[in-house]
């Protein structure tokens, strides 16, 4: 951040009054910019036996697989984030079981959080976003092409948890404090 | 958001191409600001057969009761968010128990995330956002003087589930789509 989004005056990194942080700070029109994490929404979609992955279509990471997931946006739920990004990722509708995953990844200020979810019929297909969607036992699971390590940990803990037949929420944390 | 924090030209409010929502577009640098919902840590802490709330010293809803929570900083994990919010308000050290409410606050673009919490002592004292605080039985909740309607969601939850002794995750959703 160089310049005011508010006014256009160029901004300086310094804490304010009251505060114990460093932010960016406009002299002009006295806005105080806050930068803070974001959330990231997404389904963990189970038919049968079977999760459904997404071979993701961009960078980063284009060509390994993922769980449908993205930046929730303003004036939408959690839930409605989750299943949003799985009609757009893997053009499936699914219903959500419980919020399964809570990931804080430090380094790039994200929060993730994934639910489980079901899908009632085994209809899916590619999303702009994706090459190809397809849904994998767990012997199939090609650990070795997951796109992320948020992911590769949900699926660990799914494999883990079936056995019980319990789903507890998992929280996790990712990446050195700065 | 009228100008690029980028570079300081004016930005335009267009639909980026392969988008479906409008987006705050800088025509000279080509940065594409995108706005998502915020996160607000918090706690529950509870000690014996009461519960912590602090008395609030600012605005908004100034002078009215709330538990300690706060939006969450860029490097910290949301349980990180939560201990801080409450060492910060209440000026309390409390120990997480498990996640309790996840509420999405459409209108406001929040995701409220407080934690149950144990109280080992009760130490706590009012911090620089806080007027007083104070632990509260089920029957001296101030209910009438609450700053928000996501504190006596969680406050109701608390003393329903307190009767089984169980405290799932609740999730709510506040305020219309747009």
Redesign the interface.
């Known amino acids: ?8 005056s ?2 300086r990194l310094a804490v304010p009054e ?1 505060d114990n ?1 460093p932010r ?1 700070i406009c002299d002009n029109c006295h806005t105080i ?7 990231v929404a997404g389904c963990l979609p189970v038919y049968g036996d079977k999760v459904l992955l997404c071979r993701r279509a961009i960078e980063p990471r284009k060509g390994l697989w993922t769980l449908p997931a993205g ?10 984030g989750a299943l949003r990004e799985t009609r757009e990722e893997a053009l499936a509708e699914v219903e959500l079981i ?2 399964y995953t ?1 990931t ?1 990844i ?2 790039v ?1 994200q ?1 993730q ?1 994934l639910y489980l979810a079901r899908m009632p019929q085994p209809d899916f297909g590619a999303g ?1 976003e994706t090459l190809e969607a397809a849904l994998f036992s767990e012997t199939e699971i090609p650990w070795d092409e997951l796109a992320f390590e948020t992911i590769s940990n949900a699926l660990r803990f799914y494999f883990e948890d079936r056995k019980q037949d319990q789903f507890p ?1 998992r ?1 996790v ?1 990712i990446g050195a ?2």
Do not use: A, D, I, W
């Open positions: 951040m160089n310049y005011c989004s508010h006014c256009g160029s901004v009251g942080r960016h910019h806050y930068l803070n994490p974001k959330v930046f929730m946006e303003n004036g939408e739920s959690t839930e409605q419980s919020l809570v804080s430090l380094h200020n929060v959080m702009e929420l929280h944390e404090n700065r």
